[in-house]
């Protein structure tokens, strides 16, 4: 973690896109992001044909203005290179770097996102307005911080795109014949003779090869990470002081490994839109924060602890946690399907501090200025199309001021007692094979357990691969779908050891290639639960399996064989009448859980409390009512309580502290329905 | 206005393709023809390939026979340029001339519309077909109307119509500095620095530019009218007596701006095929008609009343109105998503006379004779498979009697209290732009209007840029999406001099370039409206907001502060519950009415016939109970009432005249279920 | 028909992929296979990428291992031609071999079936790689019969099929004005004035030309066709006295008219899948039996009897009727749209017997083990990946111990005394035309028919053209779209010497060519069914019709007009009233029914039992009740009736006989749900 210097307190601003506008708005824009106590704006992700109008010809006058207007105003910069549109010119000259579809389209320019990032002639023009940029603005005041780029993510199936894959896939297996047994060429005629033979997953006859798809998915996240660590190191060199980062965007199309990533940027910074109107939008805000900062103590600890891989100074995080940014949210705006949903006056705070809690440095916008023109002419911006006279702005203005009131707030970790498991590898090779049952999703399985816990009250960490384990007193792996065999030893150790276990159905059943693994399911981890899965049974949507202790399973069932395990809840009725529905093994000092269905919410929170009350992991504030989320930061000697209502009523808390937002020390803190409070405790 | 010598009375016949059918069945045909008194046919459409078998070698013997026959029956003909369908000799000899789609998909033969119409080989070829025609038909006695092509519509994404497209954009903005400017170029670093690098909306990584897609769509209408006025300009050439037209094609797919080209027809013609197979299809069928009523007539005004543009003898309308034709309907069919419903008896006839009480003169049909073979071998047709012995030619017949008895229709115009703005651009932009919803469709929009006034017993113009508004003491603004600053002088001057004006949501939003104006919507309306709307609040589909009037709204809604104006109808309940959803404001001598939602379609009819009778603009037939549609055509000194009860019981209406069915004079009429009458009225 | 010499009793075995297994699994697998009873596996469908790693570089060594390890096994194998999926080396130095869709996109390997049936090369390395596989192993005693192939069916739309198309084309027309008058190419100016004019059917503007599309799908059987007889007769040539077959392959999409096909195989095999979860799989799984029977039948008789038309020793099949096998079926899966739907324990035995009553000589699944890896590894296998310690490996053994209880059954025919008709034709014909309702499928159709008979207890024959019809008391001819002039003269001849036939709706429409027979529907029947119909009404799905005998109609309804056929059931209320939807119409000595209507599957049932019954044909079983299937087979001197109940609970049939199950006479039999009895007779 290495945080731009001279920012304290918490970060608000958002994307500052000037070139939009005539050169007299700008002081404006200046007035008004005081006004609303703006103190860091990104600025320049969509400038290249502006900063580069013409081949080699640059012009940086404009920008050399706002920044230098942004610096009068006292407000901070994160300068973006603006790689993730090459202007048209370019993609004339070089229309080999336009991206290719699984069908072989050759896209068009007139869009943003139309690079290929393995085209070697988009690398070298990317690299070449870095370094211009690196190189006018390395000594400017406003300069805190380098954006790279924006929300890689981009998928090509071209003939640069080959070879890159296939020297990845050359470094990965070394020698064919282990590729063969990985991507078990023997299915239907697959075996290549030569590596030139291999292409990306283009369009074909009929299915094509869960391995290779995952593969492929890996290979484009090692790709464009390249892409990024080109420009970092560039940066870096330049100016060894300014922290370099990459905003990530989230979503199932995305083939990027985020916690992979994370030990390459210098801090972990989010875009997140979340995509339900109702409460559904909170605990996806929640799920997506915790993400976040999962993956910058992943970062920080795959570096060390000081955020950085390759040589140049170590940059310590002072402030004892991981932290991490909320760089991109809508200010009034969730994005449903075919409709934009104007936020409810004061959810853009709420959806701020739910961020804030769990340790976001700040909170970040898309956009400050509502565009005139342009693709996304109707997103949300803090100040809207009506200007400032409007209820965004002044919110905008609201959220400035509090977020003033909590700048002791950066600094401080968030302790969570339970863990769920994250690994996007299981989530692409789920989206690349045929299961049993379409309506699986691993990315929903995670969010029922995220939400289960947070009903449950407790604070969640997720951990993927290579996370130490031992500090969490019970630990969910929901579909877990691809297990290693390191991997399930881990698992085993962490068991042994004392720890509680949650496995839900779908784990372990495949290894690291995607190849499943025989003899019973659920794999590797059979031994640790005590048990073997002879069978599917994927459910009818409509389908509703009663269970012994009256909940219901439904999506799927199994046929759980018990090897060890006793049976917890069965099955009532039907085929599976009396089969167990979840288990439970003891393992070494520790006990492993299985549930062989999906249960609704209710029931699912249920359980989780139960296994995390058993296991010891406490509520973060038992004393919280239902629906009253409370989260807490701490720091070795101060902590703060978050407590944010999401119910439709005015809830009471018995807790006492100093409340940030009023100054004032409460025994007890009444939180109108929507309502937020920040207490620092003690 | 140009209407073809020698054809009076009501046109009645429709597409004739002998060239599908041994010439055995000919005289057969003009025999049945003649049975049913039509006297007009269009013929050629489709024949290229048969009038032109190889390239160079022409075949008219076989059109010279049915052109004879025809005269010999006394059947008129509308000679077609068989352009829509190039021969697949064309096609393999110029694979450039086949359209690509936006993937860049090259098309093949092997349908209709197989052309791109910006490659030069298809446009010489056309004219060259078309020349021929003219030379070997211009003094055939059976030549009444030149039918060019048939629904320009096609989009092409090629090579020739990138250069095409580029050389528009050049007359229009003259230096890409303009472009860019109405284009927005700064968003998502569009920039272009050179005309070159500018393509058609291909498919491209993300979402196109709303600007960008809305000028290709102008352009494509201008393309396609360049290639009908080419043809037009040599047909008029060889027969300088004979007008020339085209059948539009109405859909939102169509890249034509018809009312533009209307200054261009000698004689407007649509296409119409209702898609509701309840009542809807009668109200689809009087929005078509009151559409082609004012494309006529603004193009007549454009062309100074004379129908003419270019060179030649102006030919007037002798008939005082501006007439069109109907030039296909189907006679038994109304295609429904997946379904071909049967019309129930009657209704065929039902449709032609709401086409002809709004200024048609006459009633054509898709097609003479049902096809044995190729792609719409179930298309309706005068003549069924099953032949003669049928229903559907039993109504054809009938169909022609009654037409007779109608044949002094042949003058007269419509006369209109109310207008509603159409705007092809508005539709074209919607289309292109992410709205904040997904189910805001301007055509509905506009429909909505019309058949609430429709409703409220009122006959409505159409009005488009440019036509005179001072006529109508109401006009209605439904969605009007792109208001330029003129357009904005013009409604204010038609407001300040008395006129009343009801303006719906999303009007003003954005200026002729899509682009949106900014400081509060709906832009430059805001001051005439006194009103200023701050935030949109798109509706889920479900969701019903009460009004303080006992209505609802739907769809929409809007946060609207008062500037000047006074709250007529309020939201109740929820988030704007107190805030205005109907608004009023005294402008100059005149009214400005604001309306932020979309009322069902009872309380719009109610709201617009109170608007209405403020206005002065009174019912057509105020007798009239609801359900019977009421239509008046009149010259100078006759006028005809058409009455069709769209009810399902009959109807009395206390109104007198001379029954043109029957001949009687009448004091009263009483209509059927599905009957129809009309008067000449005094 | 042409049986493996020594493969007596029924067959037991499936798809065995040894391939994708290390060489020390094999043993097992046999000493499984034994266990089950196994007695014949399909070896090397997907192996060519095995077999030949590299251009012409052979490895049969690891297939020589499996073959004598199953041949030590007493295990005999269907050795199969690996060119369903060439090998990646090959598609590299052949992309022109890799299918090109109907849009242009030239497909990747990376899947199966990637090939193009009409490219040279492919054709070429296909049969190389089958007679390297002859001349290896023409003389290992475990081959019991030659697998051409998998599942032929793959479309493409290249340069290649181009040229075969023409080239079919040319010999099917032999003059492009034949051509053009089948095809109707008047409609839309498709006259082609030259061969190299003519395309595949790729993607176009608008409607493609539906004589088109129906002669590209009968190009694309015979093109295929084409390639199996190739691999075929090398494969004769080496081994005259193996069998040859392919496995077909059943759904809307394959262009294989499988009834033309089974003339050139020795053994009609299908692969079955039902996709219904409920009662739906057993009719659905009766269906296919009934055409594989069929269709060996027709293939059969095509060959005068012998199941040879090309040169080589004639092969009788000894055992009186003409056999088929059922090579694919899924152990334990019913794949629905999105869900693999486990089988009930019994529910592959009960499918085993549905195909095995109705002549199948024997159960194959695919497949024997599970994959681990690849595109359909939750496949369903009868060693599942959960080992053999599984419910579904002790079915397996189960199944296999009941099989060799049924080893007398290796002969004997099913009579059916009703047919109907089946024409692969008529399905392409309507999925290649926009039919009035988007509804109508005629495979729906023709289950609809089946479902109806099999649920009045009729064992059901389909009847292809040229099939002799005399031997049927009832035939029906559901949705029969096209009727060439000698069909019509077949069907009428064989009501006029006293056959009872139903005929529906849509049938008769068209011709051979897909043209619509002009004076009334239903074309070339109207004669002989004594109606003309005049109109078609297709309907919306929520519409029901009521009749007059209390049934309802629905989808579709019709104008029909008697010539000479009585009313039966009329149409009641609505336009309709009184009209006749049920028509009877003796003619010679037989008697022609029309249902101008759909009835639901209760009334349908109802209908189809009454005709039966007037014409004589009786319930296979009398005494089985409602939801017991009752199929017999038998020879010259035995017979043996299946019972099969599909109903919920226990069901009791008094027939006597012995039970082969048991051994023991019994009197009457006794079924639980979902029970299966077969018993010697008499």
Redesign the interface.
């Known amino acids: 973690m290495h945080w731009p210097k001279g920012l304290t307190g918490l970060c608000y601003g958002g994307d500052y ?1 000037p ?2 506008w005539p050169a007299e708005v700008w002081p404006t824009d200046v007035e008004l992001m005081r006004r609303a106590r703006v103190n860091l704006v990104t600025v320049g992700v ?5 900063l580069e ?2 081949p080699g010809r640059y012009d940086f006058d404009w920008l050399d203005r706002v920044l230098d207007l942004l610096h009068d105003g006292g407000i901070r910069v994160a300068l973006a290179t ?1 790689t993730a ?5 370019f ?2 000259r070089h229309p080999d770097a336009l ?1 290719v ?1 699984a ?12 690079y290929c990032a393995s085209a070697p002639a988009y690398r070298a023009a990317a690299r070449e307005i870095a370094a211009a940029l690196a190189a006018r603005y390395r000594d400017h005041p406003a300069l805190a911080l380098w954006h790279v780029h924006n929300e890689y993510g ?1 998928t090509c199936y071209c003939e640069h795109v080959a070879i890159a894959f296939r020297a990845w896939l050359r470094a990965r297996y070394g020698d064919l014949d282990r590729l063969d047994e990985a ?12 590596w ?4 990306p ?12 798809l995952l593969d492929f998915r890996r290979f484009l996240s090692d790709e464009l990470l390249g892409a990024y660590v080109e420009q970092r190191d560039l940066l870096r060199a330049a100016t060894p002081d300014v922290p370099v980062t990459t905003n990530y965007v989230l979503g199932g199309w995305v083939p990027v490994d985020h916690a992979r990533w994370s030990a390459e940027v210098d801090l972990v910074a989010i875009d997140h839109y979340p995509g339900e ?1 109702g409460p559904g939008a909170e605990e996806q805000t929640a799920f997506a924060a915790d993400l976040a900062r999962s993956w910058a103590r992943h970062g920080q600890r795959r570096t060390g602890g000081a955020g950085r891989t390759a040589a140049g100074p170590a940059h310590r995080d002072e402030s004892g946690g991981p932290a991490w940014l909320l760089m991109e949210s809508a200010p ?1 705006l969730i994005l449903t ?6 936020k ?2 004061g959810r853009m705070t709420r959806h701020s501090l739910t961020h804030i809690a769990r340790g976001s440095r700040g909170a970040m916008f898309f956009q400050w200025r ?9 997103h949300s911006a803090l100040v ?4 400032p ?4 702005f002044r919110e905008a203005v609201s959220l400035g001021a509090l977020l003033d009131r909590l700048s002791e707030m950066d600094a401080g970790g968030v302790e969570a007692p339970v863990a769920v498991a994250w690994d996007a590898a299981s989530w692409w090779a789920m989206q690349g ?7 699986l999703d691993y990315s929903a399985e995670v969010a029922a357990a995220h939400r289960a816990l947070l009903r449950a009250g407790r604070t969640v960490d997720f951990v993927t691969d290579g996370d130490d384990l031992f500090g969490y007193a019970l630990l969910v792996l929901p579909a877990r779908y691809l297990v290693s065999d390191r991997y399930a030893a881990r698992i085993r150790d962490y068991v042994a050891a004392g720890g509680h276990l949650l496995v839900s159905y779908l784990s372990g059943v495949a290894d690291e ?9 659920p794999g590797a981890l059979r031994d640790l639960l005590g048990i ?9 949507p409509a389908t509703r399996l009663p269970l012994s202790d009256g909940s219901t399973g439904r999506l799927w069932a199994e ?1 759980v064989r018990l090897t060890g395990a006793t049976p917890s809840v069965s099955y009532t009725g039907g ?1 599976l009448d009396g089969q167990p529905a979840l288990t439970r093994h003891g393992y070494g000092d520790g006990v492993a859980w299985y549930l062989s269905t999906r249960l609704d919410d209710d029931a699912y929170r249920d359980l989780l409390a139960g296994l995390a009350e058993e296991a010891g992991a406490e509520p973060t504030c038992p004393a919280a009512p239902a629906g009253v989320e409370a989260v807490r930061r701490s720091t070795a000697d101060t902590s703060w309580l978050f407590l944010l209502n999401h119910t439709d009523s005015t809830q009471t808390v018995p807790v006492s502290g100093v409340d940030l937002l009023t100054g004032a020390r409460v025994e007890s803190v009444s939180l109108p329905s929507g309502g937020c409070a920040v207490l620092r405790e003690g």
Chains 1, 2, 3 share one sequence.
Do not use: C, K
Request: hydrophobic share 30%.
């Open positions: 896109n070139e939009q969509f400038a290249w044909s502006r109008p013409q603006p549109s090459p202007p048209p010119w993609s004339v991206p579809t069908d072989g389209v050759r896209l068009s320019h007139g869009s943003r996102d139309t981009t991507w078990t060429g023997s299915f239907w005629s697959q075996h290549y003779s030569g030139e033979q291999i292409r997953p283009r369009a074909t006859q009929y299915l094509g090869n869960p391995s290779h109107v009034n399907p075919g409709r934009m949903h104007a409810e006056p509502a565009s005139r023109g342009g693709a996304e002419v109707f809207p199309h009506a200007g006279d409007s209820r965004a094979t045929v299961l049993p049952s379409a309506q290639h995607a190849r499943v693994r025989v003899g019973g399911y073997r899965v002879e069978e599917f049974h994927p459910l009818d046929t085929l």
